[in-house]
């Protein structure tokens, strides 16, 4: 953050205080499996800063060339709920796609 001690001076009182520098890291995973046709995909980010997370794990099979589905979810957690993640704590949600492709 740019004039961090602008920001702190201007801050009110009772607001939470952010990080001068924010930190995220993130990873992604993936398996092909039976000749490319199963992909296994787990894509993260982490803030160790709030401690806070979100996590994308996906599974996917191509049917054919041109028909595919997969089945995932996005979770979301941290224990405060200002934070980047932590205040979706309450939206995980699973999803699932079906998909033709021409």
């Known amino acids: 953050m740019c004039r961090y001690s602008d920001y702190l001076k201007n801050l009110p009182g009772g607001y939470p205080q952010e990080d001068q520098l924010y930190s995220l890291l993130s990873l992604r995973l993936t398996q092909m499996l039976v000749h490319q046709?199963?992909?296994?995909?787990?894509?993260?980010?982490?803030n160790?800063?709030?401690?806070?997370y979100f996590i994308n794990p996906e599974?996917?099979?191509?049917?054919?060339?041109?028909?595919?589905?997969a089945v995932g979810a996005n979770i979301f957690?941290?224990?405060?709920?200002?934070t980047q993640f932590g205040q979706l704590s309450k939206n995980d949600?699973?999803?699932?796609?079906?998909r033709y492709e021409f």
């Open 48 to 52: 160790p800063t709030d401690r806070d």
């Open 77 to 82: 957690g941290g224990n405060k709920n200002w």
């Open 59 to 69: 599974t996917k099979y191509n049917f054919t060339d041109h028909i595919w589905a």
């Open 93 to 98: 949600n699973v999803y699932m796609q079906v």
């Open 37 to 46: 046709t199963l992909k296994l995909s787990l894509f993260s980010f982490w």
